[in-house]
């Protein structure tokens, strides 16, 4: 164990970027697959299950979208936000509380929307973003917030994209449910 967490940690020291987005990628994956396991197999009628699969292009769009778009952005973001407000002060953490839910998670929840729509190849790309957008935001916000804190109060700089995975295994999880709902 302590073998795998010292050549984990020399990974994120000398590539940081592309082990972050790989790891960022497999959660998103991971949520969306099991999001998928349980509304089709595990919480319907035995008969019904049978026929609803699981459906793998859908996962791979979640790939798309959690390894090129969300950890790409998510890396540079706090690459930034940490260079220009370091340290864990409380005024900090207020001004990177406001800036990461209200700057980066309206341009996150249209790279979702639009994103998944362009690989949906759907009529109109804009369409559910503006139906959903308010009420992801709105969940987001009680989500994220509490999320980030601890984000930025706990988690060193290096660690943030690779938490912010497991916080978004859970909050893909959210979008995913969000998506399924009719427009």
């Known amino acids: 164990?302590?073998?795998?967490?010292?050549?984990?940690?020399?990974?994120?020291?000398?590539?940081?970027?592309?082990?972050?987005?790989?790891?960022?990628?497999?959660?998103?994956?991971?949520?969306?697959?099991?999001?998928?396991?349980?509304?089709?197999?595990?919480?319907?009628?035995?008969s019904e299950a049978e026929k609803n699969e699981i459906d793998y292009p859908s996962i791979g769009r979640y790939a798309v979208i959690g390894t090129l778009a969300y950890a790409p952005s998510l890396y540079m973001w706090y690459k930034w936000l940490d260079g220009r407000y370091p340290g864990t002060a409380s005024r900090t953490i207020v001004k990177k509380l406001i800036l990461d839910q209200f700057i980066l998670t309206p341009y996150l929840l249209c790279v979702f929307y639009v994103g998944m729509a362009l690989l949906e190849s759907a009529d109109n790309k804009f369409e559910e973003l503006r139906i959903k957008f308010v009420p992801t935001f709105e969940v987001s916000c009680m989500f994220w917030l509490p999320a980030q804190t601890?984000?930025?109060?706990?988690?060193?700089?290096?660690?943030?994209?690779?938490?912010m995975g497991v916080c978004g295994f859970i909050w893909a999880n959210v979008l995913c449910w969000f998506k399924r709902q009719p427009q």
Do not use: D
């Open 1 to 46: 164990m302590s073998r795998m967490f010292k050549a984990a940690s020399k990974l994120f020291q000398k590539h940081p970027f592309l082990t972050n987005s790989c790891i960022y990628g497999c959660l998103y994956v991971g949520a969306e697959y099991s999001q998928q396991l349980l509304s089709k197999k595990l919480l319907v009628q035995r």
């Open 150 to 163: 601890f984000n930025f109060l706990i988690i060193p700089p290096r660690f943030r994209v690779i938490y």
